[in-house]
């Protein structure tokens, strides 16, 4: 198993591009996450998914767009891409909601 | 207010010098308490889930143990190769959500 995969792992996008960041898991997992990470914070959730056709908002969803048409994809768009968006996006997904994430290698997307 | 707040935010051993890192957390029925390495430049690994006070895991030099308030992770004769952010999380029974603490980086020199 791949586990969960994403891409690209580097990207700087000009203020006001738009792009969307891949994530794929092999897993049959019901449960993906879409997370952020800046220096010295935790990570925070951004968009959600409990299974295919449904996507719900997490604490940072601004800025974002998400959509979850199988089991196993689930595409991060940033449209109109901000300087306050650069950081470190990581994908995770989960069997259950109570058990653990497992987690992508990252996207490192930086705004100019 | 669900928080998570770990502490040291840095730690510097030496090899072979045991230490503890603390995870303090408020949240609104607790749903496991996660804790995960992070090497540099790659994805959270997991390690461990405890659910209820008083359980205790355990994988090679680590070891973790559960309150009603807060977790430690102990680390025993750490190795150079135990370097890395461990990061705690728990699950709120309140948004259903994980909440991550910020996470200490932990650097043992040979």
């Known amino acids: 198993n791949a586990g969960v995969t994403q891409t690209p792992k580097f990207r700087i996008l000009k203020i006001g591009q738009s792009m969307t960041l891949q994530c794929t898991q092999d897993m049959n997992h019901n449960y993906m996450y879409w997370y952020r990470q800046d220096p010295g914070m935790g990570l925070k959730l951004i968009y959600y998914s409990v299974g295919a056709g449904i996507t719900d908002k997490g604490e940072v969803p601004n800025g974002y767009n998400v959509s979850r048409s199988t089991t196993e994809d689930f595409p991060l768009r940033l449209e109109l891409a901000a300087p306050s968006q650069t950081s470190v996006y990581f994908c995770a997904s989960s069997y259950l909601q109570d058990l653990e994430q497992y987690f992508g290698p990252g996207t490192r997307l930086t705004v100019t | 207010e669900d928080q998570v707040t770990q502490s040291p935010e840095a730690l510097r051993l030496q090899e072979g010098e045991s230490s503890s890192l603390n995870c303090s957390y408020t949240v609104s029925g607790l749903r496991g308490l996660f804790w995960y390495r992070q090497d540099p430049g790659k994805g959270p690994e997991f390690l461990f889930t405890l659910y209820s006070a008083g359980e205790e895991k355990e994988k090679e030099r680590l070891k973790a143990t559960l309150t009603k308030k807060e977790s430690f992770l102990h680390i025993t004769a750490p190795k150079p190769e135990d370097s890395a952010t461990y990061l705690c999380?728990?699950?709120?029974?309140?948004?259903?959500?994980?909440?991550f603490g910020q996470g200490t980086t932990l650097q043992v020199k040979p």
């Open positions: 999380a728990v699950g709120s029974g309140n948004t259903g959500k994980l909440i």
